[in-house]
């Protein structure tokens, strides 16, 4: 049985899906090529060039995704803090009567500390919390200090 050769863009098509899918079989299905033929394919550098190119891209589309969600995630969260919540009810009537609630004292608070957080980290004004792991062990010592000068005996503080 003759071997198939495969274009260069049939292999740039299938380091794509590859990239796309993360699935041998779902290549195979999808472009009826062997998977055996794929699992050889993903060892070839020219194959690695195509699929890394393709992950970079299929990354790109799904950044520029998210940041069209975190947006509107966004302007969702300002509208709640600036006017409240939409609350949708029916009369007794049946009619439909829309009116805005202000957010809790605990929603607004949470909100505030995520955005802090957040805003912390990507100005890389993150808590360094090997301080508080030294202030730990500072603590620690003392205590052991104190227990010492009361019994006369070293105990160490387990934790």
């Given at each position: 049985m003759p071997v198939k050769v495969y274009t260069q863009a049939e292999v740039a098509q299938i380091a794509a899906t590859y990239a796309a899918t993360g699935n041998v079989n779902e290549v195979s299905r999808q472009l009826n090529v062997p998977s055996t033929t794929i699992k050889d394919m993903r060892k070839n550098p020219q194959f690695i060039e195509y699929y890394n190119l393709a992950l970079s891209e299929h990354r790109e589309q799904?950044?520029?995704?998210?940041?069209?969600?975190?947006?509107?995630?966004?302007?969702?969260?300002?509208?709640?803090?600036?006017?409240?919540?939409?609350?949708?009810?029916?009369?007794?009537?049946?009619?439909?009567?829309?009116?805005?609630?202000?957010?809790?004292?605990?929603?607004?608070?949470?909100?505030?500390?995520?955005?802090?957080?957040?805003?912390?980290?990507?100005?890389?004004?993150?808590?360094?919390?090997?301080?508080?792991?030294?202030?730990?062990?500072?603590?620690?010592?003392?205590?052991?200090d104190v227990a010492q000068s009361i019994t006369g005996e070293a105990k160490p503080v387990s934790g």
């Open positions: 799904i950044q520029a995704g998210l940041q069209q969600i975190m947006t509107k995630a966004l302007n969702n969260i300002s509208d709640g803090l600036n006017n409240g919540d939409e609350i949708v009810s029916f009369g007794s009537d049946g009619e439909v009567r829309r009116t805005r609630r202000m957010p809790s004292t605990k929603d607004t608070a949470i909100t505030f500390a995520i955005v802090t957080d957040k805003l912390q980290l990507l100005s890389g004004k993150t808590i360094n919390t090997s301080q508080g792991e030294d202030r730990l062990e500072m603590l620690a010592k003392r205590l052991e």
